[in-house]
Nanobody, 127 residues
Framework: QVQLVESGGGLVQAGGSLRLSCVASGRTFSSYAMGWFRQAPGKEREVVATISRDGVNTYYADSVKGRFTITRDNAKNTVYLQMNSLKPEDTAVYYC????????????????????WGQGTQVTVSS
């Protein structure tokens, strides 16, 4: 069982930055591929960025490429999402998720493959 706790959300003006953190419980964090997803009101949950178990490989949605960066620190059981040049359309609840991926270099983009989810953190970008 893995528990995920997100933090770092808040209200920011367009063009600003936020850094989300997600801390995982347990001692097997490096066994999990990690992902950040978001869900805006009235919309389906969508993938934002994902990272492989070893932190080498990453995936970004087209809408955030060049603005967001996902990283992980396996020693701290933490995955981060650095969000720069934020836009009002980035407003959503952001969730981190963990998938017990069998291969340390793969990235996982489908939300249905993730085993554990955090409670979410609200990000609001004002225009």
């Amino acid at each position: 069982q893995v528990q995920l706790v997100e933090s770092g959300g808040g209200l920011v003006q367009a063009g600003g930055s936020l850094r989300l953190s997600c801390v995982a419980s347990g001692r097997t964090f490096s066994s999990y591929a990690m992902g950040w997803f978001r869900q805006a009101p009235g919309k389906e949950r969508e993938v934002v960025a994902t990272i492989s178990r070893d932190g080498v490989n990453t995936y970004y949605a087209d809408s955030v490429k060049g603005r967001f960066t996902i990283t992980r620190d396996n020693a701290k059981n933490t995955v981060y999402l650095q969000m720069n040049s934020l836009k009002p359309e980035d407003t959503a609840v952001y969730y981190c998720a963990a998938d017990r991926a069998p291969i340390e270099t793969i990235v996982v983009t489908r939300s249905t493959l993730y085993d554990y989810w955090g409670q979410g953190t609200q990000v609001t970008v004002s225009s």
